[in-house]
């Protein structure tokens, strides 16, 4: 079976200071890793996406995430953070054996001015 | 351009009321789920479908029933509403393995 804990469930950073979102997983078969992002009362928006290609992987919004096996994490970051980056986040895995994506609970991002 | 559409936006049921909520999606996509989402709970899974007429339970499908007699749709039932159901649900579709899903933008539904 496979698992996300996002480490953090609130984050608050000052605007334009580093963006750290931390993921750890756990999964069975290779897994391919996503970030999607939630703004308030709106749908879920891909972020970015792992599929055993690079293990660094550049998003939309200048995010990017590394994908670290030995560690089993995929963090999510940004060198600086803009007033728009508050929402929610969410790491997400696909085994390669199952068409099932596991959410994590969220990371609530706050960017303060 | 629609993607995925989910059907009604905002609902209100009374306990034990019954209600249909409708996804389509315009994608061609062979995979469909049904999510709920909750604070603090992230998204979990209600239930799945890899094809059409084929469904499978998720990690909490107790209370919901689902059918996929078209590919392109898929539809979500409460036979008997109850509080506990009070929640966002999504809509999401997606093709091969290794690749993302697309997600409608949500229904809210309200349980009193």
């Known amino acids: 079976a496979q698992s996300v804990t996002q480490l953090d469930s609130h984050v608050s950073v000052s605007e334009g200071t580093p963006v750290l979102l931390r993921c750890n997983y756990s999964s069975s078969y290779s897994p391919s890793l996503f970030w999607y992002v939630q703004h308030p009362n709106k749908g879920l928006q891909l972020l970015l996406k792992y599929t055993s290609a690079a293990t660094l992987v550049k998003g939309i919004n200048g995010f990017e995430a590394e994908f670290k096996k030995s560690e089993t994490s995929f963090h999510l970051t940004k060198p600086s953070a803009h007033m728009s980056d508050a929402a929610e986040y969410f790491c997400?895995?696909?085994?390669?054996?199952?068409?099932?994506?596991?959410f994590g609970k969220g990371t609530l991002l706050t960017v303060n001015p | 351009n629609a993607g995925v559409t989910q059907t009604p936006k905002f609902r209100v049921l009374k306990t034990g009321q019954s209600m249909t909520l409708l996804c389509a999606q315009d994608?061609?996509?062979?995979?469909m789920y049904w999510y709920r989402q909750d604070p603090g709970m992230g998204l979990r899974l209600i239930h799945y479908s890899v094809g059409e007429g084929t469904t499978a339970k998720g990690e909490v499908p107790d209370g919901y029933n689902v059918s996929r007699l078209k590919k392109q749709n898929f539809l979500l039932g409460l036979e008997s509403a109850a509080p506990s159901q009070t929640s966002v649900y999504f809509c999401?579709?997606?093709?091969?393995?290794?690749?993302?899903?697309?997600f409608g933008q949500g229904t809210r539904l309200t349980v009193v």
């Open positions: 997400v895995v696909r085994p390669g054996s199952n068409y099932k994506l596991t």
């Open positions: 999401a579709s997606g093709t091969r393995r290794d690749t993302e899903a697309f």
């Open positions: 994608m061609n996509h062979e995979y």
